[in-house]
């Protein structure tokens, strides 16, 4: 059973910078895409993006400012976060297949 935590998340000044982990543990297959979604306060939960051994998908809404990455050897997943704005503010979810982390807050305010 694939379990998986998520961590590095917190409050951070607009403008700044913050690198989120999801670290997994159980068989993760590494053609089958680990994902990073965001619940912000209010709104439904998005897909912000994804990654396998084959490609790596941002939703257009992302505007760049996102980078997944992702560890095969170790089962980790990263998303490096820049230039952060209000609107990032929300909780933070690791996903696979039909399994979630518990999600990591990240709160930008100044």
């Known amino acids: 059973q694939v379990q998986l935590v998520e961590s590095g998340g917190g409050l951070v000044p607009p403008g700044g910078s913050l690198k989120l982990t999801c670290a997994a543990s159980g068989t993760v297959a590494h053609e089958v895409s680990m994902k990073w979604y965001r619940q912000s306060p209010g709104k439904r939960r998005e897909l912000i993006g994804d990654v396998n051994n084959y490609r790596t998908y941002y939703p257009e809404s992302t505007g760049g400012r996102l980078t997944i990455s992702r560890d095969y050897d170790q089962k980790k997943l990263y998303l490096q976060m820049n230039d952060l704005n209000p609107n990032d503010t929300g909780v933070y979810y690791c996903?696979?297949?039909?399994?979630w982390g518990q999600g990591t807050q990240v709160t930008v305010s100044s």
């Open positions: 996903n696979y297949q039909n399994i």
